[in-house]
């Protein structure tokens, strides 16, 4: 099983930057897929980039062009890059990984909140 620890949300303007990090530790050498999706209440959760290691990565057209999803294999974390964020990208992100077999983990969750 992987354990997740999400970190680098927060507040930011209108067309500002943020980059969100997740840290996996546990089974890490069976991780098939590091992906980020965000969830506001009362709706369900979205996929927002995926990183299919060694192999492609994969963006919710919302997120093309403006949101990158990188991965540091030697430090088993996946980020996540934003740029040109809006208001309505103001949701909770998290952090999720597929692993060999199948089995997925999430971490906790961290708020994005975009707002003048």
């Known amino acids: 099983q992987v354990q997740l620890v999400e970190s680098g949300g927060g507040w930011v303007q209108p067309g500002g930057s943020l980059r969100l990090s997740c840290a996996a530790s546990?089974?890490?050498?069976?991780?098939?897929?590091m992906s980020w999706y965000r969830q506001t209440p009362g709706t369900r959760r979205e996929l927002v980039a995926s990183?299919?290691?060694?192999?492609?990565?994969d963006y919710a057209d919302f997120a093309k062009g403006r949101f990158t999803i990188s991965t540091d294999s030697a430090k088993n974390t996946v980020y996540l890059q934003m740029n040109s964020l809006k208001p309505e990208d103001t949701a909770v992100y998290y952090c999720?990984?597929?692993?060999?077999?199948?089995?997925?983990?999430w971490g906790q969750g961290t708020q994005v909140t975009v707002s003048s």
């Open positions: 999720t990984v597929r692993e060999t077999t199948g089995y997925d983990s």
């Open positions: 546990g089974s890490v050498f069976s991780i098939y897929s």
């Open positions: 990183d299919y290691i060694g192999q492609n990565t």
